[in-house]
């Protein structure tokens, strides 16, 4: 059975901090997608990683992914206060299977 | 373009009734998807469709039914609802040939069953 695990499932931390978010899976896949989610809104698609090695970055996030470990990390870089959301992996095998998430709140 | 919409937004049924969610895109997508959301959980697929007239079971289609007569809609019903029920529905869309291209997801259904 494919599993993926994200962690940790809930961050409180500190304005300014750099932190990274983990996503395991266990099966072979070659394309990984990070979402983000606001409190009671929908998903929104931040980052696809469709090769090993292969990193994206979008303001304070940078996403990457290691196909051979199976591991995507994303690590936030002086967070802000907007940052503060839950954000999703999805391994795409067959079909795209979620992570729990990881609930992000950062505190000014 | 609107995107995708949902219809309705909230919902609260008894348990035992029924209802039909309203899934709409204007991107000419092909593939569809109805998951449901819950605390702790991420994303659950419900049923799919990779065109008009098709659909498939996902992780979780028992209690659900699911019809794409035309391209730009996805319905899901509810043919009795249960309390296990209780969930935000959320809709996606996807272009391409394939099951995992990127998802372009709705706004959301917030139902609950009492």
């Known amino acids: 059975e494919l599993k993926v695990e994200q962690n940790p499932l809930f961050l409180s931390m500190q304005e300014g901090k750099n932190y990274t978010i983990y996503c395991n899976y266990s099966?072979?896949?070659?394309?990984l997608y990070w979402y983000r989610q606001d409190p009671g809104k929908s998903l929104e698609s931040l980052f696809v990683?469709?090769?090993n090695g292969a990193v994206k970055q979008e303001g304070r996030l940078m996403a990457s992914l290691d196909t051979k470990a199976r591991l995507s990390t994303l690590h936030i870089t002086a967070a802000v206060h907007d940052l503060s959301a839950t954000y999703f992996c999805?391994?795409?095998?067959?079909?795209?299977?979620w992570g729990a998430g990881t609930k992000l709140i950062i505190k000014p | 373009n609107a995107g995708v919409t949902q219809t309705p937004k909230f919902r609260v049924l008894k348990t035992g009734q029924s209802m039909t969610l309203l899934c709409a895109q204007d991107?000419?997508?092909?593939?569809m998807y109805w998951y449901r959301q819950d605390p702790g959980m991420g994303l659950r697929l419900i049923h799919y469709s990779v065109g008009e007239g098709t659909t498939a079971k996902g992780e979780v289609p028992d209690g659900y039914n699911v019809s794409r007569l035309k391209k730009q809609n996805f319905l899901l019903g509810l043919e009795s609802a249960a309390p296990s029920q209780t969930s935000v529905y959320f809709c996606?869309?996807?272009?391409?040939?394939?099951?995992?291209?990127?998802?372009?997801f709705g706004p959301g259904t917030r139902l609950t069953v009492l």
């Open positions: 996606a869309s996807s272009y391409g040939t394939t099951n995992y291209n990127e998802q372009f």
């Open positions: 991107m000419n997508h092909e593939y």
């Open positions: 999805a391994v795409a095998v067959n079909q795209l299977i």
């Open positions: 990683l469709l090769s």
């Open positions: 099966t072979t896949s070659d394309r």
